[in-house]
């Protein structure tokens, strides 16, 4: 079963343009990642957001956690042409031994030069 | 180089064959996992394995098995009883344990497997 839901479930923007998708989920999480994956190739780990973090930046990326609504998003600032991808939450539960990893429906973004 | 290997990166399969994915990682990494991505959707966990010898049914296990006899290696067998094989398949692993960002994800880049 699906433990995180993107939405949109595409977005179109025009370069230079800050991107925003959010992800929901439905269970108390240890993490929370985000993974980039270009069309017809394997996933990119991003960043990683602990339970107790509520906002992190790597680069142009800033991702922000509210574990009291069960959601994340993660900002692209000044969007390029590369970053045309699908990008996934992925959520780690919080509980003992060993969890599995659950990925959501992902997010298609279209970076228009 | 570090990383993780798919082969092959097409695979075609006729009526009734078993055929064999093959993934091999040198990250020294514990876990394994493979997933089968349909088109327009995320991903779903088909095996997984925390370490040597031992492997775990994921959400989608029907009609695949998989062996771990080897740190580096997890091949998937797509068996002829799962009937809608046609997707991408990726393999991945990740260090063990969850502290730290352990649990975070290397991808290969994927097996397309399709009916003949």
């Known amino acids: 079963s699906q433990q995180g839901e993107e939405d949109p479930q595409a977005l179109s923007i025009q370069e230079g343009e800050n991107a925003t998708m959010n992800c929901s989920y439905k269970?108390?999480?240890?993490?929370l990642q985000w993974y980039r994956q270009n069309s017809g190739r394997g996933l990119v780990h991003l960043i990683l957001i602990r339970s107790n973090e509520r906002e992190k930046h790597s680069g142009r990326l800033r991702v922000t956690l509210d574990t009291s609504k069960k959601s994340s998003s993660l900002l692209i600032t000044a969007s390029r042409a590369a970053d045309t991808a699908s990008y996934f939450c992925a959520t780690l539960p919080y509980s003992g031994g060993y969890q599995k990893v659950t990925f959501g429906t992902g997010t298609k973004l279209q970076v228009i030069p | 180089d570090g990383g993780i290997t798919q082969s092959p990166k097409y695979l075609f399969r006729k009526e009734g064959q078993n055929v064999t994915l093959s993934c091999e990682q040198n990250?020294?990494?514990?876990?394994m996992y493979w997933y089968r991505q349909d088109p327009g959707q995320g991903l779903r966990l088909i095996y997984y394995?925390?370490?040597?010898?031992?492997?775990q049914k994921g959400d989608i296990a029907e009609g695949y098995s998989v062996s771990r006899e080897k740190k580096e290696s997890f091949p998937l067998t797509v068996t002829s009883a799962q009937k809608n094989p046609t997707a991408f398949y990726l393999c991945?692993?990740?260090?063990?344990?969850?502290?730290?960002?352990?649990?975070?994800?290397?991808f290969g880049a994927g097996t397309r497997l399709s009916v003949l």
């Open positions: 991945a692993s990740s260090a063990a344990g969850t502290g730290g960002g352990r649990n975070i994800q290397y």
């Open positions: 990250l020294n990494h514990d876990a």
């Open positions: 269970t108390s999480i240890n993490n």
């Open positions: 394995s925390q370490i040597v010898n031992d492997f």
